[in-house]
Structure formats: C-alpha cells, structure tokens
C-alpha cells in the first residue's frame, strides 16, 4: 500500500528558511513524479515544485530561485528547502506523487496519491 510521510513544516519569520520533507513508499511504479503542492488561505491549490524520477525539476514561477527541491539517492525521499520565505508562502503543503510525469508538467495527472498536508506560516 503506497504511503506518504510529510514533515518539517511549522512557523518562520519571513527571510527564513525551511525544509520539507517527503517519504514515498509501497509503490511499484518504475517511472514517477515527487511534487509539492501548496493550498494557501482561500486560494486555490497550486502546484510548487516537481522531480521525476530521471531527475528534471519543475517550479512555478513565484518560487523559482528561492526553493529548491531535491532527492536521496533512492528517489524516494523529496526534500524541498525553501529559501528567504514570505508571507504569501504561507499555506498547507501537501506532497503528491504520480506514475506519470505529466504531474510535473501540467501540475496534475490521472493517478494521484497525496499526503496529508503541512503547514507552513511566515509572519514576523
């Protein structure tokens, strides 16, 4: 059975910094997709940053040189640090993954598993 364990949320000062973890396990797939995704206060969810499998990454554009995700040797653990933090990161994180890489490039796929969420504030 596929699981998802988030982790490394919690509350920082804007200019801070912060590290998401992600742990991936049960699943058979041989090519995938590690994504996080973000749901702030009434917005909608929107996809943050993405690796496949082979490597490539993906970041929407009000993140881009500020986070930066990354994997462990298995793939299957994500880390996404985040970097000089704002306000408006402010959300609940959730960690997704996909058998299809079309979670990276599109921000959403047929077969998505997601964790639970965590939160993430930025205030001073």
């Known amino acids: 059975q596929l699981r998802i364990v988030e982790s490394g949320g919690g509350l920082v000062q804007p200019g801070g910094s912060l590290r998401l973890s992600c742990t991936v396990s049960?699943?058979?797939?041989?090519?995938?997709?590690i994504g996080w995704f973000r749901r702030a206060p009434g917005k909608e969810r929107e996809g943050v940053s993405c690796?496949?499998?082979?490597?490539?990454?993906n970041y929407v554009g009000s993140v881009k040189g500020r986070f930066t995700i990354s994997a462990d040797s298995a793939k299957t653990t994500v880390y996404l640090q985040m970097n000089t933090l704002k306000p408006e990161d402010t959300a609940i994180y959730y960690c997704?993954?996909?058998?299809?890489?079309?979670?990276?490039?599109?921000?959403?796929?047929?077969?998505?598993?997601w964790g639970q969420g965590i939160q993430v504030a930025v205030a001073s």
């Open positions: 690796i496949g499998s082979g490597g490539t990454t």
């Open positions: 049960g699943f058979t797939w041989y090519n995938y997709a």
């Open positions: 997704a993954a996909s058998p299809s890489f079309r979670l990276c490039e599109l921000w959403e796929a047929g077969d998505v598993h």
